[in-house]
């Protein structure tokens, strides 16, 4: 079990009168494995079963006979959202670099920066108060699983403290040393790749599931990326990686030769990049916030899912390009700008974002998963696209404990 789920709730939940239950069961017909006038029954913290309430299983009905019932009246019910991408652990903000960007300034990978300087000046304390307001702001807007990245210290000791502190939260930890060369080694790049491949490695990969590079000119070489991902790969971490956020590159190729799980933002594809994650086990993480706040273009999840790629949705929440927190936000985006239905953007964002992470036990609610999940202010899924901005997450489980 997760690191950040030690303890989850013991007594049986039933959860009765969901309108639309989205199951994400692959055993079930369509994409999203839906099921009407439906039931959930919770055991130990996993979905025990999930169905239509009239079908419950005779061998169930002693458990669901002592369970707390939890009635919704008619609601939709979707699993908890996975947001495979984030940067929650840094100090200060970018407010007034967002608004000069709205103002005409391009969006370019040396804010990162700034946001250093104020990360390796602010305390553990505060870092991590900041960061345990963030996981409320998750749960509270239905993200029961979340990956963070360090990425804003770029010293040993601070990229370590980074993921000390994410390791308190998730066991979805990713080490990204390599987000951009730091200012002191702006004179020799391949001197800090040094460091990250050496020291910083050593020093983060206890606290580390994943490692991450930013590909990307202005950041990180192919060479330079294929350099640090091998040698995080060799330490057991998996991999996942930045790239094709600001023009295209060799990115994406060099994620799907490396096996990542995930390459993340696709922003620019060639069709080179398609047909290689097509015939990959390499999901095509894309981050609908970040062109919403950069005013750039948005990839075209269209053709992505045409070629039969994977795709998930993640909020990239980071304090430069992409300041939400929103999941519901991010598929109401994804719908309205980059071509997906909200069948496949409720899928990306919560089944797609679980592949992402390479994990079997969130991301759906079929019989064995862990019990996350939200229930909707709302009929049906599709609310979430057809109504942007509004508050729809009524409740949220957490391994079939009320986390919000
Ligand atoms: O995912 N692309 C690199 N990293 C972040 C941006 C971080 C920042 O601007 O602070 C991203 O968009
Ligand atoms: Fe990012």
């Not at 390599?178 to 983060?204: K, N, S």
Request: glycine share 10%; hydrophobic share 45%; charged share 20%.
């Amino acid at each position: 079990m997760d690191g950040d789920r030690v303890g989850a709730a013991a007594a049986p939940l039933l959860v009765t009168g969901i309108g639309e239950l989205v199951t994400n069961d692959l055993s079930r017909a369509g994409a999203l494995g839906l099921v009407s006038s439906a039931s959930l029954l919770v055991a130990d913290g996993r979905v025990l079963w999930s169905g239509e309430a009239s079908a419950l299983p005779a061998e169930f009905a002693a458990t669901a006979a002592q369970a707390e019932v939890v009635d919704v009246g008619g609601a939709a019910v979707i699993p908890g959202f996975v947001d495979s991408h984030t940067h929650l652990v840094f100090g200060g903000d970018r407010a007034a670099e967002f608004e000069a960007r709205i103002s005409g300034q391009p969006y370019s990978a040396g804010g990162i920066r700034s946001t250093v300087a104020a990360t390796r000046a602010a305390t553990d304390a505060f870092l991590a108060s900041r960061l345990d307001g963030f996981v409320a702001e998750l749960h509270a807007q239905g993200t029961t699983t979340f990956e963070v990245k360090s990425g804003y210290g770029l010293t040993v000791e601070d990229e370590a403290r980074l993921l000390r502190l994410a390791s308190l939260v998730t066991a979805e930890t990713t080490f990204l040393g390599a987000h951009v060369v730091p200012a002191e080694y702006a004179d020799d790049p391949d001197a800090y790749v040094d460091l990250v491949v050496g020291p910083m490695l050593d020093a983060c990969a206890p606290h580390a599931r994943w490692i991450d590079v930013f590909c990307e000119t202005g950041a990180f070489t192919p060479e330079q990326s294929h350099r640090i991902l091998s040698a995080g790969a060799a330490r057991g971490l998996g991999v996942r990686v930045h790239a094709s956020q600001l023009a295209p590159g060799l990115g994406i190729a060099l994620a799907v030769s490396l096996h990542a799980a995930s390459v993340d933002h696709c922003t620019y594809l060639t069709d080179d990049d398609i047909s290689r994650l097509a015939a990959s086990d390499t999901v095509a993480t894309l981050l609908p916030g970040v062109e919403f706040s950069t005013r750039q273009r948005y990839p075209d999840a269209r053709r992505l899912l045409d070629a039969g790629v994977t795709v998930a949705i993640a909020s990239d929440c980071n304090p430069g390009s992409s300041f939400t927190s929103s999941m519901p936000f991010c598929i109401a985006v994804a719908v309205r700008d980059m071509g997906m239905t909200p069948t496949e953007a409720v899928w990306a964002a919560t089944a797609g974002g679980a592949a992402a992470l390479r994990r079997e036990d969130v991301g759906h609610l079929a019989p064995g998963a862990l019990a996350d999940f939200v229930v909707l202010r709302a009929p049906g899924y599709v609310h979430l696209a057809y109504r942007p901005g509004v508050p729809l997450v009524d409740a949220v489980y957490r391994g079939g404990t009320r986390v919000a």
